[in-house]
């Protein structure tokens, strides 16, 4: 499985639980714009289209804690 920096597993974290662009960006203290940009890499290295498949997948990723 593709390696994800910590940046990206921070954002698919958070969007995987349900919180929205917005949401993410404010808890990491970054723009929506750079949530966006985390999440179609994470899409791509995943190999996922949705943020359904995220958190069906996300849930099988090793945690980084």
Known sequence: MAQL???E???ARLVA???T???AALELFI???????HLAHVYSKL???SRSELAA?????????
Not at 31 to 37: E, I
Not at 57 to 65: A, K, N
């Open 5 to 7: 920096t910590p940046q």
């Open 57 to 65: 997948q996300f849930g099988e990723l090793p945690s980084s804690d």
């Open 47 to 49: 190999g996922i289209r």
């Open 17 to 19: 639980g349900g919180a």
């Open 9 to 11: 597993r921070a954002v």
């Open 31 to 37: 723009s929506v714009k750079a949530v966006q940009y």
């Open 21 to 23: 662009d917005q949401q």
